[in-house]
């Protein structure tokens, strides 16, 4: 499923830069609850977030996507 694979990546990408979910969340400005959400698979991110992700992370979004199998 794509959705757990976006999560996975965020994760691995907020623990490689150091963030913790609560820290992240603050940045990016939406709940731990959601970013949890998303981390575990059960939400799908929104373009809006993934951009903001990005940004912040200083990646590239190709960076950030899920390899394709």
């Known amino acids: ?3 757990d694979k976006w999560g996975r990546r965020i994760r691995a990408f907020r623990k ?3 963030f913790t979910q609560e820290s992240l969340a ?7 609850s959601v970013l949890g959400e998303i981390e ?3 939400r799908q991110p ?3 977030f993934l951009m903001k992700v990005t ?9 950030l996507k ?3 199998h």
């Open 26 to 32: 603050k940045e990016l400005n939406v709940s731990v």
């Open 46 to 48: 929104s373009e809006e």
């Open 40 to 42: 575990r698979g059960s």
């Open 16 to 18: 490689l830069k150091g």
């Open 55 to 63: 940004a912040l992370f200083n990646i590239t979004l190709e960076e």
């Open 66 to 68: 899920p390899a394709q």
């Open 1 to 3: 499923m794509e959705t």
